[in-house]
């Protein structure tokens, strides 16, 4: 998925469980759950081999999910204040959500071709229910709602 819906339910877990024991490795494991949800993500390796490098559409597509994802964990996370821990949790909650793929960046975005990414971008692309654009998008954006429902309960 996108990573906005994978910081909202991240931070979502951490902010309604606790225990960070339980909650940062729920927030971990959610990334996987939501990837096999079908969805519609850019096509980051596709286009690399295409083109040898991402289109410029797309990494302003990427660059604005990446900003909603910031201001959404840090929204979130800011409505624990003030307590400074809950909210440095809620923080690490969404940061673990989207671990999966920020390892990945450097690969696309930085040119770093290790064979460590390669093999994670080999799993991860393994483990992803694709879908076409409209409905994988709609999929994500009921994601979002149901995450913030559960926020707000
Ligand atoms: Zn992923």
Known sequence: MLETPH?????AIATKI????????????SHFILDK?????????????????????????????????????????SSSLPSINQTLIVLFGAFFAVLPDVVEGPYFFLNYKTNFIKKWIAFQKS?????????GLIIQILTILAAIAWLVA
Request: charged fraction near 10%; avoid cysteine; hydrophobic fraction near 45%.
């Open 7 to 11: 910081v909202i339910v991240g931070a």
């Open 18 to 29: 606790s225990n960070p024991l339980i909650s940062l490795p729920l927030a971990f494991g």
């Open 37 to 77: 949800i079908p969805h519609w993500n850019p096509h980051l390796n596709t286009e690399t081999q295409k083109h040898g490098k991402i289109t410029k559409k797309t990494t302003a597509f990427v660059a604005l999910d990446v900003g909603l994802a910031l201001i959404s964990g840090l929204t979130i996370a």
């Open 127 to 135: 483990i992803q229910t694709d879908t076409t654009p409209v409905p």
